[in-house]
């Protein structure tokens, strides 16, 4: 038997389907801008750390917090919503985090751990804002100590 045999009228509802789902901007990740840059640790790059952009003015409908991870060069690119396409134009401040599993000692559970035990995670204690304008935004190195 055919699929059309079984579901007469399963092309036009997948049609009315995605045409309702599309009709919801308020999943529509923002417009973007390309932004990249790296982390340093000690002057050497930096693997495995997670770079947040929060953002300092109204981000839209979905609370959006830009993030990328570095590679084994130290090197990332944001992401909002998609992989790879960037953040918003604006001002932001920066964190950064190097995520491991591990016992957490206060509860004795195994959780997500800061390898940087939070020193950089509060983005109100860091000095790191960033401007992101139209174009490409190919940002200096955030290095850690």
């Known amino acids: 038997m055919t699929f059309r045999r079984l579901f ?3 092309p036009a509802m997948m049609a009315v389907i995605v045409a309702s789902g599309c009709s919801n901007s308020e999943l529509i990740p923002p417009k973007t801008v390309p932004v990249s840059g790296s982390v340093t640790y000690k002057g050497k790059p930096a693997a495995g750390v997670r770079v947040k952009f929060h953002p300092q003015f109204n981000i839209g409908k979905l609370d959006f917090v830009p993030y990328g ?32 599993i591990g016992v957490d000692p206060q509860d004795g559970l195994e959780s997500e751990l800061d390898r940087l035990k939070g020193v950089y995670s509060d983005p109100y204690k860091n000095n790191w804002t960033v401007i992101l304008n139209d174009g490409e935004n190919v940002l200096d190195p955030f290095q850690i100590q």
Not at 90 to 96: D, F, W
């Open 8 to 10: 007469p009228f399963g």
């Open 69 to 100: 991870e570095t590679g084994a060069d130290g090197k990332y690119v944001l992401s909002t919503g998609k992989p790879g396409n960037g953040a918003p134009k604006g001002e932001y401040l920066v964190t950064l985090e190097m995520p491991y």
